[in-house]
T-cell receptor
Framework: AQSVTQPDIHITVSEGASLELRCNYSYGATPYLFWYVQSPGQGLQLLLKYFSGDTLVQGIKGFEAEFKRSQSSFNLRKPSVHWSDAAEYFC???????????FGKGTKLSVKP | EADIYQTPRYLVIGTGKKITLECSQT?????MYWYQQDPGMELHLIHY???????EKGDLSSESTVSRIRTEHFPLTLESARPSHTSQYLCASRGGSAVSEAFFGQGTRLTVV
């Protein structure tokens, strides 16, 4: 069955430091992968997505993610975190048996001044 | 910018009341979803629809019901609200392609007292 694992529930980084949020997926075919961000009390906003081609994907707000098929991973990165990046981040895989997106449990990012 | 709207944003209601949470999208998407999310927690799919007159229950059992009479409208109804229904409800829509991302509304935060 398809699944998404985000191993880190909560991560704290200092402002200006680099960031990597982990995402591992289980999917039999070529996965369609997404990263979303959710600010408190808001809906989810798409950061980036991957479905084919270059395995390094650029997104909004300076985020990027790298698809590694051999590791079944799609980790999200940012070279320098800003205080406004503090939010909840969700990884998702598409293409399930009913075509629904399957979300991970999310990683909460806190940013220290 | 996503064209999917949820009303109300916030709702406080007494136990036993009937409520309807509204969700509308102007993108012509066939697929629509309702998720339930407790603060800072994962998303739980409670209902989805693949088009007019199509509704299915999601992974999480819910006492709510949905209808899809028009493509753009996907309301969720609780016949008799209870404190256990207190949560955030997120509506989303998605295009027909497997690589399509989901667009989310801003959510309805429901409190049942």
């Amino acid at each position: 069955a398809q699944s998404v694992t985000q191993p880190d529930i909560h991560i704290t980084v200092s402002e200006g430091a680099s960031l990597e949020l982990r995402c591992n997926y289980s999917y039999g075919a070529t996965p369609y992968l997404f990263w979303y961000v959710q600010s408190p009390g808001q809906g989810l906003q798409l950061l980036l997505k991957y479905f084919s081609g270059d395995t390094l994907v650029q997104g909004i707000k300076g985020f990027e993610a790298e698809f590694k098929r051999s590791q079944s991973s799609f980790n999200l990165r940012k070279p320098s975190v800003h205080w406004s990046d503090a939010a909840e981040y969700f990884c998702a895989v598409g293409g399930g048996s009913q075509g629904n997106l399957i979300f991970g449990k999310g990683t909460k990012l806190s940013v220290k001044p | 910018e996503a064209d999917i709207y949820q009303t109300p944003r916030y709702l406080v209601i007494g136990t036993g009341k009937k409520i309807t949470l509204e969700c509308s999208q102007t993108m012509g998407h066939d697929k629509m979803y309702w998720y339930q999310q407790d603060p800072g927690m994962e998303l739980h799919l409670i209902h989805y629809s693949y088009g007019v007159n199509s509704t299915e229950k999601g992974d999480l059992s819910s006492e709510s019901t949905v209808s899809r009479i028009r493509t753009e409208h996907f309301p969720l109804t609780l016949e008799s609200a209870r404190p256990s229904h207190t949560s955030q409800y997120l509506c989303a829509s998605r295009g027909g392609s497997a690589v399509s991302e989901a667009f989310f509304g801003q959510g309805t935060r429901l409190t049942v007292v």
